[in-house]
Nanobody
Framework: QVQLVESGGGLVQAGGSLRLSCSASGSIFSINTMAWYRQGPGKQRELVAVINRGGSTNYADSVKGRFTISRDNAETTVYLQMNSLKPEDTGVYYC???????WGQGTQVTVSS
């Protein structure tokens, strides 16, 4: 069973940066697809970025060129580097694993204008 714990959220001004981390338990993490989702106020949860077992990535159009998803060498943590943040990026960000599938508890990101 996989467990996911996110961290790194907070309050930032527009144009600023944050890096989210998702620590995963379970040895099968390294061979499976991981993703970040977000849910803004009054909005449905949406896919932000995904990284597959081969390291290939894909992004929502709204974050392309600003966000980068990556995983560390030991492949126990997945990151979301968020640059040039906008107020519309505000929401709860969730880590997701294809195993289960499994969701983390979420971390709040608030971008002020």
């Amino acid at each position: 069973q996989v467990q996911l714990v996110e961290s790194g959220g907070g309050l930032v001004q527009a144009g600023g940066s944050l890096r989210l981390s998702c620590s995963a338990s379970g040895s099968i993490f390294s061979i499976n697809t991981m993703a970040w989702y977000r849910q803004g106020p009054g909005k449905q949860r949406e896919l932000v970025a995904v990284i597959n077992r081969g390291g290939s990535t894909n992004y929502a159009d709204s974050v392309k060129g600003r966000f980068t998803i990556s995983r560390d060498n030991a492949e126990t943590t997945v990151y979301l580097q968020m640059n040039s943040l906008k107020p519309e990026d505000t929401g709860v960000y969730y880590c997701w694993s294809v195993v289960g599938p499994t969701w983390g508890q979420g971390t709040q990101v608030t971008v002020s204008s």
